[in-house]
């Protein structure tokens, strides 16, 4: 049996890498999944998210699909309540990360800006409010995002600040929540090969490659192991924290 036998789990971007892979490592748990596309650096289409369909389905999991913007609060409340009552309840949630092109400070358009947080910050905060209701006690949310939600990277300044008020808000539902023992917490990969590959405007690298441990790139699959271990009740007692998967490049 697996360790989310019986749950109930939101998963957003789950169209495209890494939340696909998310709404498939959870399944393979034993978890049932809400799965809701939300736009990102290129908007995933429905046929992506009729993929991460056939395969939770081919492993013999329960899933729904659910076309939603995580801009707009109405149509994703409406999207989990529907989805949620036909699973029969809401147990967690994982956010997938959003991608942003990168710019420089005097060179991001006012509207780069807006949308930025529009999709990084306010898309999670949309994202939790349409899911809390339908929440049951003892559940959990997994905000995944990037290692600029820990630290400055050179043209990110608009990501980072994103994902910094993301962190903010991740500690302040987690003691908000802790009555309905609902744990609260982000998880924080370094770049791999499709941000690296991100070219920055003077040339360098997005992401800073030089990790601790040494390893080329961190692997989807590397995160999904967090999210599952976070979303499992064998993380019962954390709550609040912001975990990097990331090498040591962020705690060096």
């Given at each position: 049996?697996?360790?989310?036998?019986g749950?109930?789990?939101?998963?957003?971007?789950?169209?495209?890498?890494p939340?696909?892979?998310?709404?498939?490592?959870?399944?393979?748990?034993?978890?049932?999944?809400?799965?809701?596309?939300?736009?990102?650096?290129?908007?995933?289409?429905?046929?992506?998210?009729?993929?991460?369909?056939?395969?939770?389905?081919?492993?013999?999991?329960?899933?729904?699909?659910?076309?939603?913007?995580?801009?707009?609060?109405?149509?994703?409340?409406?999207?989990?309540?529907?989805?949620?009552?036909r699973?029969?309840?809401?147990?967690?949630?994982?956010?997938?990360?959003?991608?942003?092109?990168?710019?420089?400070?005097?060179?991001?358009?006012?509207?780069?800006?807006?949308?930025t947080?529009d999709?990084?910050?306010?898309?999670?905060?949309?994202?939790?409010?349409?899911?809390?209701?339908?929440?049951?006690?003892?559940?959990?949310?997994?905000?995944?995002?990037?290692?600029?939600?820990?630290?400055?990277?050179?043209?990110?300044?608009?990501?980072?600040?994103?994902?910094?008020?993301?962190?903010?808000?991740?500690?302040?539902?987690?003691?908000?929540?802790?009555p309905?023992?609902?744990?609260?917490?982000?998880?924080?990969?370094?770049?791999?090969?499709?941000?690296?590959?991100?070219?920055a405007?003077?040339?360098?690298?997005?992401?800073?490659?030089?990790?601790?441990?040494?390893?080329?790139?961190?692997d989807?699959?590397?995160?999904?192991?967090?999210?599952?271990?976070?979303?499992?009740?064998?993380?019962?007692?954390?709550?609040?924290?912001?975990?990097?998967?990331?090498?040591?490049?962020?705690?060096?």
């Amino acid at each position: 049996m697996g360790r989310l036998q019986g749950k109930v789990v939101l998963v957003t971007g789950a169209g495209r890498v890494p939340g696909r892979g998310f709404a498939i490592r959870l399944a393979q748990e034993g978890a049932a999944a809400i799965a809701v596309d939300h736009d990102a650096f290129e908007p995933a289409c429905p046929a992506d998210l009729s993929s991460t369909v056939a395969v939770v389905e081919s492993l013999g999991g329960r899933i729904v699909a659910r076309e939603a913007d995580v801009r707009d609060a109405a149509a994703l409340a409406e999207a989990v309540a529907t989805a949620a009552q036909r699973l029969g309840g809401l147990d967690a949630v994982v956010t997938g990360p959003v991608v942003t092109a990168p710019g420089s400070v005097d060179g991001i358009a006012d509207d780069v800006w807006r949308g930025t947080l529009d999709r990084v910050l306010t898309g999670v905060w949309n994202t939790c409010r349409a899911a809390l209701p339908h929440m049951s006690d003892g559940g959990s949310i997994t905000v995944v995002g990037s290692a600029a939600g820990l630290r400055g990277f050179a043209h990110l300044a608009h990501h980072a600040a994103a994902e910094h008020g993301v962190v903010g808000m991740v500690r302040a539902m987690a003691h908000e929540l802790a009555p309905r023992s609902i744990r609260v917490n982000s998880v924080h990969p370094a770049g791999g090969p499709a941000a690296a590959a991100i070219p920055a405007p003077t040339g360098s690298l997005v992401f800073d490659p030089e990790a601790e441990v040494p390893h080329p790139f961190i692997d989807t699959t590397d995160v999904s192991e967090t999210v599952v271990y976070l979303t499992s009740d064998d993380a019962r007692l954390l709550t609040g924290l912001t975990v990097p998967v990331d090498a040591g490049l962020v705690s060096r």
